[in-house]
């Protein structure tokens, strides 16, 4: 194979090995020493149901809600969620955490019986000291 066949080659590879790498937002790091803490949703903020934005609890003073989503998430992987009762008695659900293995921005939450709850489970779009952003796995 001659030198020129070659080079192509290699500045093909190099060519795909850059297209496929993503710009993709919700794959870029993130520094989950900002995650394990109580997050509240402040859907005062939000302008889209794609998007839903957390704050970590003491934030701010939240105005009154019949639900507002609550999660706790602890470095061992163990975690809670606000349940909306049908009878307004919302009470915390305990379960695990984890990332996904295709996706590490991705949280996959599964209840105390190890079935992953798809309603709950979220990527991570967003995290800073002060802000959780998140959208649906299913998006």
Known sequence: ???SIKSLILISFICIFLCCSTNDPDQNEIDMSYFYKTWINSFEEQSTTKRFIYRPEGFKIFQPSW???KYIFNEDNSCNWLV??????HYLQSGTWISSR???N????????????EDLSFVIVNLKESLL??????E
């Open 102 to 104: 295709y996706n590490k």
């Open 84 to 89: 909306l009762a049908p009878d307004d008695a």
């Open 106 to 117: 991705s949280v996959l939450i599964h209840d105390t019986a190890g079935i992953l709850q």
């Open 133 to 138: 952003e998140i959208k649906p796995i299913s």
């Open 67 to 69: 639900f507002r989503m």
């Open 1 to 3: 194979m001659n030198n």
